[in-house]
């Protein structure tokens, strides 16, 4: 059973801090990694993709991945109100599936 | 949502009856999807399309068949639907090789009383 495991929080963090959120999955094999942000009500859309290991950052993210502990992780610096959002992970699973967490809701307290 | 879109948006039905969901690109993708989002789930992929006339199960399958017979079109049906089908579908298209980066359409919210 392939299963991507997320906290489903929420998380709440002070706006200006750093956001850590944080996603484990069970396939060893797993080549690709995603974040996509879903805000209320709407549809999910991508962040972030990571597929090797390390470390892969675009402005404020920045995405890790740790293949032999089987976790990936997503930071957000100096968090903003608009970063309130469910933080879906996302691992592929063969050629066209992608398996995915539960999602984790983030709240940035202004 | 540029270049997905799927109707309806809303829909409330009865049990038994049957819902048809449409997902329509202008993005000339190869890959199209149909996920259900319910609350403390994953989005849960119900069925997926590689060309046309070509699909696949996915994890929830049962109840629901799929049908595309151009590229642009995928039609997700509930033959009977059930209370358990309540839920908010969506259509997902990729046209990169596999299932990488997905592009979501807005959602349809499935109401079976």
Known sequence: ?110 | DAGITQSPRHKVTETGTPVTLRCHQTENHRYMYWYRQDPGHGLRLIHYSYGVKDTDKGEVSDGYSVSRSKTEDFLLTLESATSSQTSVYFCAISGITGANVLTFGAGSRLTVL
């Open chain 1, 1 to 110: 059973q392939k299963e991507v495991e997320q906290n489903s929080g929420p998380l709440s963090v002070p706006e200006g801090a750093i956001a850590s959120l944080n996603c484990t999955y069970s396939d060893r094999g797993s080549q690709s990694f995603f974040w996509y942000r879903q805000y209320s009500g709407k549809s999910p859309e991508l962040i972030m993709s990571i597929y090797s290991n390390g470390d892969k950052e675009d402005g404020r993210f920045t995405a890790q991945l740790n293949k032999a502990s089987q976790y990936v992780s997503l930071l957000i610096r100096d968090s903003q109100p608009s970063d309130s959002a469910t933080y879906l992970c996302a691992v592929r699973w063969g050629n066209y599936q992608l398996i995915w967490g539960a999602g984790t809701k983030l709240i940035i307290k202004p």
